[in-house]
């Protein structure tokens, strides 16, 4: 069975070449749109009409079309009056945004990537760019939104569409949490690392030795080192400073990793215990153990201070 695809809002995306289309499309499907790039018109209603399975993950999601002046029949006036009927007509939630940018700073954007302007192949950026700002006249006298880039990067353009077009909270990015022994290598995909070789390490305790962080008399064992409670407090708040902002940057993945020298106990026990402190702030972190199935050796660990079983260090 079958049921209506009709978006909740449906943003015809457009601008000068060069302007941050691309930019603009990418923000908006990593926010959780449908996103379709130099659709023609013609096939709008096509695409509005097609039936989606019952129950579907799409249903409701709002719809961004990207359109510019290399689109096939591209013609500003009869786009501007073909947006009117849809809505008029069959009542879709239609808007334009119109992204602009002084023709200075698209020539230097041209220069600085080499690429050529799509409406001057063999002629100076600026030749194209004049034109294409004759072509886009009608549409950006229809604009709902309109955004000018010349004083804005990727970045600050980015945050200007999530404060117009995403939800009332910033969706926060996904975020990870996993523990890694330093001995077989750094996670390529960490955005933040923190060391736990300064604990006291588990490994030179004989009978705490085949255990892993997760269990209990592990931790304890950690959490006696006199520098445990102030460090990992100050680690817990420094990523509940950190992760807001992150979000508000648009940053769809964080991993935060906490390495030990075999990634079995202290980075272990560690991961466990911040990410319990993320979830009952709100947060809703994966944990993983990358190298915890590993077998201990001491050539690893380097040698107990002073012989002593108490603390490591190697980590």
């Given amino acids: 069975m079958t049921t209506s695809s009709r978006p909740r809002r449906i943003l015809l995306v457009t601008g000068m070449s060069g302007a941050g289309k691309s930019t603009a499309l990418d923000t908006f499907e990593d926010m959780g749109w449908e996103v379709v790039d130099n659709l023609p018109l013609s096939l709008l209603e096509r695409l509005l009409g097609t039936p989606l399975p019952k129950g579907s993950d799409d249903q409701g999601r709002p719809l961004a079309l990207g359109i510019d002046s290399r689109t096939r029949g591209f013609d500003a006036a009869a786009i501007a009056r073909r947006i009117g009927q849809l809505r008029e007509e069959h009542g879709h939630d239609i808007e334009i945004l119109f992204l602009?940018?002084?023709?200075?700073?698209?020539?230097?954007?041209?220069?600085?990537?080499?690429?050529?302007?799509?409406?001057?192949?063999?002629?100076?950026?600026?030749?194209?760019?004049?034109?294409?700002?004759?072509?886009?006249?009608?549409?950006?006298?229809?604009?709902?939104?309109?955004?000018?880039?010349?004083?804005?990067?990727?970045?600050?353009?980015?945050?200007?569409?999530?404060?117009?077009?995403?939800q009332d909270e910033p969706a926060k990015p996904t975020l990870a949490v996993m523990s890694f022994g330093f001995s077989r290598g750094i996670p390529r995909d960490a955005d933040l690392v923190?060391?736990?070789?300064?604990?006291?390490?588990?490994?030179?305790?004989?009978?705490?030795?085949?255990?892993?962080?997760?269990?209990?008399?592990?931790?304890?064992?950690?959490?006696?080192?006199?520098?445990?409670?102030?460090?990992?407090?100050?680690?817990?708040?420094?990523?509940?400073?950190?992760l807001p902002r992150y979000s508000a940057e648009g940053k769809s993945y964080v991993t935060v990793a906490f390495g030990c020298t075999g990634g079995r106990h202290r980075s272990v026990h560690v991961a466990e215990r911040v990410a319990a402190r993320l979830r009952a702030a709100g947060f809703s972190p994966n944990v993983a153990h990358r190298d915890l199935a590993t077998a201990p050796h001491d050539s690893m660990e380097g040698k107990p201070n002073n012989g002593s079983a108490k603390h490591g260090s190697g980590g």
């Fill in 100 to 166: 602009d940018c002084g023709g200075a700073e698209l020539q230097r954007r041209y220069s600085e990537t080499r690429r050529r302007h799509p409406l001057a192949q063999d002629r100076p950026a600026a030749d194209g760019i004049v034109r294409e700002r004759e072509l886009l006249a009608d549409l950006r006298r229809s604009a709902d939104h309109l955004i000018d880039t010349t004083d804005r990067n990727s970045n600050a353009l980015q945050r200007e569409l999530r404060q117009r077009f995403g």
């Fill in 194 to 242: 923190f060391d736990m070789r300064f604990l006291r390490n588990p490994h030179w305790d004989p009978q705490l030795r085949p255990l892993t962080g997760i269990d209990a008399a592990v931790g304890d064992h950690i959490a006696e080192d006199p520098a445990y409670e102030p460090a990992i407090s100050r680690i817990e708040d420094l990523l509940l400073l950190l």
